[in-house]
Nanobody, 124 residues
Framework: QVQLVESGGGLVQAGGSLRLSCAPSGRTYSTYVMGWFRQAPGKEREFLSGISQYGSNTYYADSVKGRFTTSRGNAKNTVYLQMNSLKPEDTAVYYC?????????????????WGQGTQVTVSS
């Protein structure tokens, strides 16, 4: 019943920026902990960031801290991932996810609903 719709992926030069969006479909998401993950070919699904139910707390993987920022904020409860200073090694499929619990988690299996993924490609 809970559906997540992602957008904002694409091709960007190294050093550039992209903003990913994760929007609700048929429901509101303000009560859900949200996370962002990515997966490159041949690699494990990697945690990137998490945001609490009402946006007061965030946490980040060391690999993206200082470059990526997640936030909540519009009437449709959209969650964003602002990605700056992108590197070729950031190339991956990016996923948003929603968790029924009310605590933050960096474990993919703790999330109950997933977006379809959006491709981000960073060229050198």
């Amino acid at each position: 019943q809970v559906q997540l719709v992602e957008s904002g992926g694409g091709l960007v030069q190294a050093g550039g920026s992209l903003r990913l969006s994760c929007a609700p479909s048929g429901r509101t998401y303000s009560t859900y902990v949200m996370g962002w993950f990515r997966q490159a070919p041949g690699k494990e699904r990697e945690f990137l960031s998490g945001i609490s139910q009402y946006g007061s707390n965030t946490y980040y993987a060391d690999s993206v801290k200082g470059r990526f920022t997640t936030s909540r904020g519009n009437a449709k409860n959209t969650v964003y991932l602002q990605m700056n200073s992108l590197k070729p090694e950031d190339t991956a499929v990016y996923y948003c996810a929603a968790r029924l619990g009310n605590t933050l988690s960096y474990v993919a299996s703790d999330y109950n609903y997933w977006g379809q993924g959006t491709q981000v490609t960073v060229s050198s």
